[in-house]
């Protein structure tokens, strides 16, 4: 495999909503063509870097989004009400916490969050940008090392044959090569 393919790959599983660096880091280490293309440091560099930006690019166009659908009445009388009942109640919780709250939020690798989620509740929280980008750096920065640190246990043999975590690391990707 080529380096801009594997490279390609990897952003691309970056990019997939819910998925993001839980699985393109994965796929980078137990994916040997990715693995010998890339290496596991610049692997592991495209990978953050790929999350990073799904989160900056979502915070970016929710503005733009949000706006272009309160011009629907439907949305604006049906759907924003909702948005803005969570935004009232989550409020208190984002004066305490901050930005330690949404990189935890983001930093967590389980389903349902992640820089996408993150990226879409600081939005709606009223966070500006640089407080939603020191979140999601430090967000991401914590999602990748913790993922990283769930291969490289699985690599050395420190997770069993028969572990959760081991199937669903790298059972899809042992079947598909």
């Not at 990715?34 to 990073?52: D, F, Y």
């Not at 009942?85 to 305490?96: A, G, I, N």
């Not at 769930?150 to 059972?171: H, P, T, Y």
Request: net charge positive; charged share 15%; glycine share 8%.
């Amino acid at each position: 495999m080529s380096l801009l393919l594997a490279a390609g790959w990897l952003i691309l599983l970056t990019l997939i909503p819910g998925l993001e660096a839980r699985m393109s880091l994965p796929f980078a280490f137990f994916h040997s063509s990715v693995r010998e293309a890339l290496g596991l440091p610049l692997a592991i560099t495209i990978c953050l870097l790929a999350n990073l930006l799904v989160g900056v690019m979502t915070f970016w166009l929710m503005g733009p989004v949000v706006h272009l659908f309160r011009r629907w009445p439907f949305f604006e009388r049906r759907i924003w009400p909702h948005f803005a009942k969570t935004q009232h109640k989550l409020h208190p919780y984002v004066e305490k916490y901050g930005e330690w709250g949404l990189a935890f939020f983001i930093g967590i690798p389980l389903p349902g969050t992640g820089a996408y989620t993150g990226a879409f509740g600081a939005f709606l929280l009223g966070f500006d940008k640089r407080r939603f980008f020191l979140a999601n750096l430090f967000g991401v920065l914590l999602a990748c090392t913790a993922i990283t640190a769930i291969c490289v246990l699985i690599e050395k043999g420190a997770v069993s044959e028969d572990s959760l975590i081991r199937k669903i690391f790298i059972k899809e990707l042992v079947e598909h090569e």
